[in-house]
């Protein structure tokens, strides 16, 4: 069992799926590093924890949509505004309002830290880092099944749904 499940995961990672899930990962890499930078400069700056991660989320957020179009998962031309712009929108609200409760939790949780010490801007930073981690997987998921996947399923599924209620429309008799 154990070894069959081991070559399932070497034959995903070797293959496209691998090789987008390496892409993501590079991209938030990128995220992840433009955030780094500015969560704790903001954080120094006295600025409120939520203002803070809104902030470092939107600085890592531009980068990350970006990349992940055009190189992990090659789409090109005509953005989706619905399946592309609003879904990231709205996975990335999520991820946010996550982020903004974590960072807030740690941050009052260590006012007893004297603000001179780093360990401070260190345990709420990697609070925020920590929540982007534990979402990684989810995010790559929506990403490869909904926002840049290239097909909208919602659409899919209500022109079917119209073109059944015409065709049982059509054959009512009188």
């Known amino acids: 069992m154990r070894l069959v499940l081991s070559d399932r995961i070497q034959r995903i990672l070797s293959g496209l799926l691998g090789k987008r899930i390496t892409k993501f990962a590079i991209a938030s890499a990128v995220a992840a590093t433009t955030s780094a930078i500015v ?15 809104i902030l470092a989320f939107a600085a890592g957020a531009i980068p990350n949509w970006t990349i992940n179009r055009r190189w992990t998962w090659k789409v090109q031309g005509k953005v989706a505004f619905g399946r592309e712009i609003l879904a990231y929108v709205v996975v990335s609200a999520a991820t946010l309002l996550a982020l903004s409760l974590a960072t807030s939790w740690t941050n009052r949780h260590v006012q007893s830290i004297p603000e001179g010490h780093g360990i401070r801007v260190l345990l709420v930073t990697a609070s925020y880092f920590g929540v982007l981690l534990v979402l990684y997987a989810a995010r790559f998921l929506l990403y490869e099944h909904w926002i840049f996947s290239g097909r909208s399923r919602l659409r899919a599924a209500l022109r079917s749904r119209r073109q059944v209620w015409m065709a049982a429309r059509a054959n009512r008799s009188p």
């Open 39 to 53: 969560f704790p400069v903001l954080y120094v700056l006295g600025i409120s924890t939520t203002l803070c991660s």
